[in-house]
């Protein structure tokens, strides 16, 4: 992967702030302990862990076997379904035979579950695979989705149901009551930076993703993030450059991917930033409300929905364009049927997207407006581990630069207390 910067911003400053994070997050590997919630860097290096979730996976695997049902919603599912469609969801439906597939149960829509719940009925239970994950285990949406799929399948499906959660949470004792296979995950990590537990490489693996490649390349990119000086260090040039920016008055940015199957990688690190750097309060307990409100545009999409707001709008945002080349060949014909745009005549579709892509850079470049690139080697599990892992660290650094506290969520749970005490009454 390549990083490149722009000069829209000006010189970076505020690395030495950065020095000693940056030594908290290594010696946190060094040491190989899950105490503080920066601890979720650790994760990729857990070899424990890691052979956990292959021992299961090669237990329950079995050669019937069609779906995976993911329950879960927000960290417990989105870091799944970012490296799922990247690599094969956003053309799944069109490969009938292509199995097993993962089905995402997450919010709440009656329509969708009673459709999915009838075509679970369909099969037999060895087809089928459950995955029910919530750290906290009281998550509402996951508990009705969990209790509908159970009572639609039965006791049957029983020993083909994983719970992944906390040790000792309520979905873990209802689990073990119930005889349900249990993989837990450290208690300090949080769901938006848990993509490299049992959250996210358990339903991996036993789709068939090579959850090796995937946690090598989130390493690589935690070496790369534990570089005190700024040339090597992506994620403290992103953070830094992300930083200037805010203290100038930006404080949306977007994140422009221009190949169609990495959105849900974009959503995922959407709740990644909203969650960690929006907040009331920093760490002195001073009102601040502070907060990056991350945007998602897909390339090339929304140059025809959004990029005349982005060109000739308000100069109040900062963009990542994102590329990954695709490996698959299709060239269109030289002589054309419809010879309206006559240029593109024996050229590939992959030529013709980086034609797009570059004009769209120098767009911006002509406006002056501020961004940076991340350029994929190609779409692959190592590939994604680095880009999620860089994004985790440029969080936690810019929750340093921000000074506020990236690891909890209060205002997230006063909706949850809320919608508590409404089911209660």
Request: charge should be negative.
């Amino acid at each position: 992967m390549k990083f490149l910067i722009s000069d829209g911003i000006g010189t970076m400053e505020g690395k030495v702030r950065l020095i000693p994070i940056i030594e908290k997050l290594t010696e946190i590997v060094r040491s190989k302990t899950y105490e503080v919630h920066e601890a979720s860097v650790m994760l990729p290096f857990d070899e424990v862990m890691r052979e956990e979730v292959l021992r299961l996976g090669e237990e329950l695997s079995t050669p019937k076997q069609k779906y995976v049902i993911l329950i879960g919603i927000g960290g417990s599912n989105l870091g799944v379904k970012a490296v799922y469609d990247a690599l094969r969801g956003y053309y799944d439906l069109l490969e009938e035979n292509h199995f097993p597939k993962i089905i995402f149960l997450d919010t709440l829509q009656a329509t969708y579950a009673g459709k999915v719940l009838n075509l679970l009925k369909s099969h037999s239970p060895e087809e089928l695979l459950i995955i029910i994950a919530s750290k906290s285990g009281t998550t509402t949406e996951t508990a009705v989705n969990a209790e509908l799929t159970l009572a639609a399948l039965g006791t049957a499906a029983h020993g083909r149901v994983v719970a992944i959660t906390d040790e000792a949470s309520a979905l873990w004792q209802a689990a073990k009551d119930r005889g349900f296979k249990i993989l837990t995950v450290p208690r300090v990590v949080g769901g938006r930076f848990s993509v490299f537990s049992p959250v996210g490489l358990f339903p991996l693996t036993v789709a068939g993703f090579d959850i090796e490649a995937f946690t090598d390349g989130a390493k690589l990119a935690f070496s790369n993030s534990s570089i005190a000086e700024l040339p090597e260090n992506f994620a403290m040039q992103s953070a830094l450059y992300l930083y200037e920016a805010y203290e100038k008055g930006i404080r949306i940015h977007d994140l422009f991917l221009f190949n169609p199957a990495l959105e849900s990688l974009g959503k995922w690190y959407r709740q990644l930033v909203a969650e960690s750097l929006g907040k009331e309060k920093s760490n002195d307990g001073s009102i601040v409300n502070a907060g990056i409100t991350p945007t998602v545009s897909i390339g090339s999409n929304d140059l025809h929905s959004m990029v005349e707001l982005y060109l000739g709008g308000p100069r109040d945002k900062i963009t990542t364009f994102v590329s990954a080349p695709e490996i698959a060949a299709l060239t269109i014909p030289s002589e054309l049927n419809l010879p309206t745009v006559p240029m593109v005549a024996g050229k590939s579709v992959g030529e013709v997207l980086s034609a797009i892509y570059e004009g769209t850079k120098a767009a911006y470049r002509s406006k002056g407006l501020p961004h940076m690139e991340l350029v994929f080697d190609g779409v692959s599990e190592k590939e994604l581990g680095y880009f999620m892992q860089h994004k985790m660290v440029e969080t936690i650094f810019l929750g340093e630069l921000l000074g506020i506290n990236a690891f909890n969520q209060p205002s997230v749970e006063l909706y949850k207390q809320e919608t508590r005490k409404i089911l209660s009454t």
